[in-house]
């Protein structure tokens, strides 16, 4: 683990670093890849400031606490730090490996009639919609005048997000959400 410890309107004192060397060893338990560590250590009048990044493969977190003694600014970073590693050791070890998805494919094909049911259910097309505010006059407006089939938008009123679709028939449906 390689540490860079900076100090911001003090005077860097060796237990400082002595002390943020120790907290962060600790988390080699988490951290399995090489990592660097850059703590910034600040004092604006009255206030203590710690702040911690962490960086590995792909991974970064990120805390900042600040109070009126170093030590616990310190401490409160790190244990912000040691609760996100954490979360993200619990997430990895959550996902499924390649040899057991390899093993749920093979499974899947010794049922073909299984196999034919799931085939049916495979999205085709992804797009990504950027949701205009518009009311729902103008959002029938724009269905009729881009003959679209649905219009995904941001009420301009209520801010939530709504759906607005032409039936068969020609008539409208609108599906309103709560966000």
Known sequence: MKISVTFRNTEGENWHKEYVDDRLKKMKKYIDRPVEAHVVLSVEKFRNV???NLMADGLNVNAKEE???????????????ERQLKKH???????????????????ISSFPEEME?????????TRKVVLKPMSLDD????????K??????R????????LIYRREDG?????????
């Open 50 to 52: 710690a702040e911690v």
């Open 67 to 81: 109070s009126k003694d170093m030590h616990l600014a310190i401490d409160n970073a790190i244990e912000k730090i």
């Open 89 to 107: 050791k619990e997430k990895s070890r959550g996902h499924k490996t390649n040899l057991t998805r390899s093993e749920g494919i093979t499974a």
């Open 117 to 125: 049911d799931t085939s049916e259910m495979k999205v085709v097309e």
């Open 139 to 146: 959002a029938m407006m724009e269905i009729e005048a881009s």
């Open 148 to 153: 679209n089939r649905f219009i995904i938008y």
């Open 155 to 162: 009420d301009s009123f209520t801010e939530n997000v709504s």
């Open 171 to 179: 008539l409208y449906t609108l599906i309103e959400t709560n966000s």
